[in-house]
């Protein structure tokens, strides 16, 4: 049965990214609330203004779409700002433990150590408690600043009772009362690059009451393999996304009381991670000079599983497999227009973009996408379940660890590769259950390498290794050449700041203004 939403009732960026290249500039802004009634006044002149999931014209077609906005407006909160609203007891110990203990609290499961820990955060986070997490994204700088003015100006009025904190560091070490973001620009456009140099956003999950277009849900979805063998993709349960919906596990995801607070809500795991561009790039060189071929951007996909241009190692996994795919575009490209049979080809390569497995694809051991790579440790696609059962479940257990990512880079990049520049991603991950989503990615597929049979290698791309890990990089068997090690894999990433938070239904919000009645 197809699931329809209600799209007016969920906040925008669930389920469709507003888009580095619709919207280049966002900048996420955090307040204290310090008396209860202020905030509740403060988020109700928020409310008209909200981006919801309505589809916007471009890519809906029907009536009811709007016009695309030039700016977005969405906000969250942590859990004690749910308490500073004076929620009751019995509604906020329904929200999941790890919501409850904060992000900083959860510092050993999500590896935050050494130059990631806490101490080391942009000082926001360790001044006022951090309760209200709200984003605007805009298609230009102009519009940007218009709006932030707004948003300031309804802080009028509400007698000092909320506050706007400060204390993110941007650039030359200035520290300033919001966190900006920005596309990464070539050529003077917004592309979706990040600071290492690879594409990005191109895998998200896909589930049911998103619009079907068979481009998002190839690759997206999940892996279905019918007992003659035959693969196709499906839409994921709603229920890991949005609560208030059944999961994978035809459960409803744990949920606070009263049912209408959690209903169409979904908590969004903020992470500010800097990116330590010097070293990454100077690592890739010197150890491609020992990789077999020579060829840093190999070198860099067998690290992402991707090449730096997007295109997936499932489908070029050498040098030459990639000079010869990116003829085959070009030329599919150039007769595309004039010729069908060109057309039809150049739709079977763009699926086979995003739609692979690594079972299907034949490389279960990685001889094409290292297992220990970023993007197949983080959405292993099917493979960690070989067994007889595999017509039944061939992704059941990845199923269950899907997050939807909204990252969105911050700092503009440097001429010169450096690692004390102001570059990294505002990290961001929607889903219904963190410990089971979020967090288990974080600690079980990226920093622990047990899964994969890597023992305790971690991923190296965003791992929390210092200087003393490796990762294997299989070779298979013909080619002659034996596995290859990366060693004395240096942090590449560090964390800045983050907190867990709740986006709640626009009914939701509307009963924490007015109170919840829990008769
Ligand atoms: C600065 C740190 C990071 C960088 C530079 C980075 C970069 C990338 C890139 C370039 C891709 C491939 C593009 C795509 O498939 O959409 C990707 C995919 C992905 N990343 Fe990351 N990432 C980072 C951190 C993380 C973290 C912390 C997580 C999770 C805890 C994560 C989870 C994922 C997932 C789930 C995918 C999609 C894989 C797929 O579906 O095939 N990433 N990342």
């Known amino acids: 049965m197809t699931q329809v939403l209600n799209l007016t009732d969920i906040q925008g960026n669930i389920l469709k990214g507003y888009g580095r290249l619709s919207f280049p500039k966002a900048r996420y802004i955090f307040f204290h609330i310090s008396r209860a009634e202020s905030g509740r006044l403060f988020i109700n002149s928020l409310i008209p203004h909200l981006t919801t999931s309505i589809r916007w014209r471009p890519f809906g077609g029907s009536e009811d779409d709007i016009e695309r906005p030039t700016t977005t407006l969405n906000l969250a909160f942590s859990y004690e700002g749910l308490k500073a609203l004076e929620l009751p007891f019995q509604s906020l110990r329904g929200f999941s433990d790890a919501f409850q203990m904060g992000m900083q609290a959860r510092s050993a499961i999500l590896g935050d150590d050494n130059s990631s820990s806490p101490q080391y955060w942009d000082p926001i986070w360790s001044g006022k408690p951090v309760h209200l997490w709200v984003s605007i994204y805009a298609q230009n700088v102009e519009s940007l600043e218009k709006r932030y003015l707004w948003l300031i100006r309804q802080l009028d009025s509400k007698e000092g009772g909320i506050e706007l904190l400060a204390g993110h560091r941007g650039d ?27 594409h990005d956003v191109i895998s998200n999950p896909f589930f049911e009451g998103c619009e079907l277009k068979p481009e998002r849900l190839q690759g997206n979805g999940k892996r279905i393999y019918d007992k003659q063998g035959d693969r196709s993709w499906q839409a994921l349960a709603t229920g890991e996304f949005l609560l208030g919906h059944p999961d994978e596990a035809k459960e409803y995801p744990a949920a606070p009381t009263p049912r209408q607070l959690g209903f169409n809500g979904t908590y969004l795991v903020y992470r500010k991670l800097h990116q330590n561009v010097g070293s990454f790039k100077s690592y890739c060189e010197q150890m491609a000079t020992q990789y077999p071929g020579n060829d840093v951007d190999l070198f860099m996909a067998k690290l992402m599983g991707r090449w730096p241009d997007g295109t997936p190692l499932t489908l070029a996994s050498s040098t030459e497999a990639k000079q010869a795919v990116d003829i085959q575009m070009s030329r599919l490209l150039e007769q595309a227009q004039t010729s069908p049979d060109a057309a039809e080809e150049l739709v079977r390569l763009r699926q086979n973009w995003r739609g692979f497995d690594y079972i299907s694809e034949d490389d279960p051991y990685g001889f094409k996408c290292p297992v220990s790579s970023h993007t197949r440790r983080a959405n292993p696609r099917a493979s960690l379940e070989i067994s007889d059962s595999i017509a039944d479940s061939p992704s059941g257990l ?24 102001n570059q990294g991603i505002i990290f961001m991950a929607l889903n219904a259950c963190i410990e089971r989503q979020f967090e288990y990615v974080q600690q079980q597929w990226l920093n622990y390498g ?12 965003a791992g929390n290794q210092d200087g003393k890990g490796k990762s294997v990089i299989p070779s298979d068997p013909q080619s002659g050449h034996p596995p290859f090690f990366a060693t004395k894999v240096p942090r590449f990433v560090e964390t800045r700041g983050g907190e867990y938070f709740f986006m709640p239904s626009i009914t939701a919000l509307r009963m924490i203004v007015r109170g919840l009645d829990l008769r």
Request: proline content about 8%.
């Open 398 to 421: 990845v199923n269950r660890h899907r997050i939807i990512r909204r990252g969105m880079p911050y700092g503009a990049p440097s001429h010169v590769p450096s690692d004390s520049g």
């Open 450 to 461: 047990d899964a994969f049979n890597q023992s305790n290698d971690k991923d190296v791309v």
């Open 172 to 198: 030359d070490g200035k520290t300033l009362p919001y966190q900006d973001a920005s596309a990464v620009y070539r050529d003077g456009l917004p592309s979706s690059q990040e600071h290492f140099g690879y």
